[in-house]
């Protein structure tokens, strides 16, 4: 009876033990904790449609592939502003300055949605730092932001959607703004033209009006400089495209074989 005893209590203790036990394991076995991990950093644009899928190559001097297939979904991007912070978008080709303002692109133009960027109230103007990449219009098509040759290089396309038309007898499917207010364009105003004997690309500053469709390229002149793109007033939203139409004549439209894009990074300034 006693030494039954004695293994009954030994087996209690040692159950009781099982539950209580902070390291039952021991400490030679207990597993290694995680070590932080630094964040990602995210480029501010999406990646989930790269290489053949979508033509996304993650290289900020060409962020999408001209030569790769464009996939369903618009790869453009749209930010918000802060006073004098560089801000980054990436401009589909196919990206349609005549959708500024609608909630979906117009069906007729084959496009997707331009870049939409707000603006910080107060307007200011805007200035380009960069614009990598490249756009195509035909195959093996490579135009840069400040526009080619494509289809002879002259564009001289009509208003549609309240936006206005563009003439440039210079280049073809080059990057084009837009600012709007707070409601969509319901008149266009008067079409700008930026051929050489007229506007031109290489000027220091512009003020364009709200619905007036204007040439950026590159965002700077011959020499260099950030040209300046004053917002007008009662401006609240701004949009990065490209003008297009068939052969670049007429209305607006033939966006839907357009390849390759465009990283924009901007600053809006008072």
């Known amino acids: ?37 630094p964040p990602v950093l995210h480029a501010p644009w999406p990646t989930d449609g790269a290489g053949s899928r979508g033509g996304l190559t993650g290289n900020p001097e060409m962020p999408i592939d001209p030569a790769k297939p464009m996939p369903a979904r618009s790869l453009s991007t749209d930010t918000a502003l802060e006073l004098g912070k560089p801000a980054s978008v990436l401009v589909d080709g196919r990206a349609d300055i005549y959708s500024a303002g609608l909630t979906k692109a117009d069906a007729h133009h ?4 331009p870049a939409l960027i707000t603006l910080v109230g107060g307007g200011g103007y805007v ?17 840069p ?3 080619g040759n494509c289809a002879g290089g002259n564009t001289d396309i009509t208003a549609a959607n309240g936006i206005s038309g563009i003439v440039d007898h210079q280049h073809t499917q080059f990057l084009v703004g837009v600012f709007l207010g707070p409601l969509a364009s319901s ?8 051929s050489e004997t ?6 220091a500053e512009l003020a364009p009006l709200i619905g007036q469709t204007f040439y950026i390229g590159d965002g700077s002149t011959r020499s260099g400089l950030n040209q300046r ?8 939203r701004f949009y990065l495209a490209f003008a297009d139409a068939f052969a670049f004549q007429g209305a607006p439209g033939s966006y839907g074989d357009n390849t390759g894009g465009l990283a924009v990074t901007l600053t809006q300034a008072k």
Request: proline content about 8%; charged content about 15%.
């Open 229 to 236: 793109f004053v917002i007008p007033a009662g401006a609240t």
């Open 198 to 203: 007229a506007q031109g690309e290489s000027f």
């Open 127 to 143: 200035t380009f730092s960069a614009a990598k990449g490249v756009v195509g219009c035909m195959a093996g098509a490579t135009t």
């Open 110 to 113: 084959g496009g997707t949605l």
């Open 1 to 37: 009876m006693r030494l039954r005893s004695l293994v009954l209590a030994l087996v209690a203790i040692i159950g009781c033990r099982r539950h209580t036990d902070p390291d039952p394991i021991g400490p030679g076995l207990r597993p290694q904790q995680q070590q932080p991990q």
């Open 187 to 194: 008149k266009a105003p008067a079409t700008l033209d930026f």
């Open 145 to 147: 932001a400040d526009g």
